[in-house]
């Protein structure tokens, strides 16, 4: 019987539509508090922390994304404008210090994320 289950749960999952609408369980950081940072973001802009923008490689520049705090609910849309976090963290995301203040506290410094892209 668990056997069959296993089968059962793995031609589900082959069967699924390969494009989820959110990217689930992603953790997210913010940049922007002082820190040194370049004047300007991968695109062009000029790097403004209370804007409603965040660093992504996932996504193209200027792509609205959806980000949902998994411990609150609350969400956000932000603009990708730049390029980040540094892969080797283990982030999705990187909000900028506003948008991330919008959905949590800052002194969490990291906080688990839905993503989804609207544009």
Known sequence: ???ALIILISLL???APAQAPAEIG???SWYGGGEKLNKHTANGDVFNPKEMTCASWDHPFDARLKVT???NGKSIIVRVNDRGPNK???RAIDLSREAFRKIANLKQGLIPVDIEQLS
């Open 1 to 3: 019987m668990k056997n």
């Open 13 to 15: 999952i082959l069967i």
């Open 26 to 28: 992603k953790i997210a």
């Open 69 to 71: 705090n998994l411990e």
């Open 88 to 90: 080797r963290l283990g």
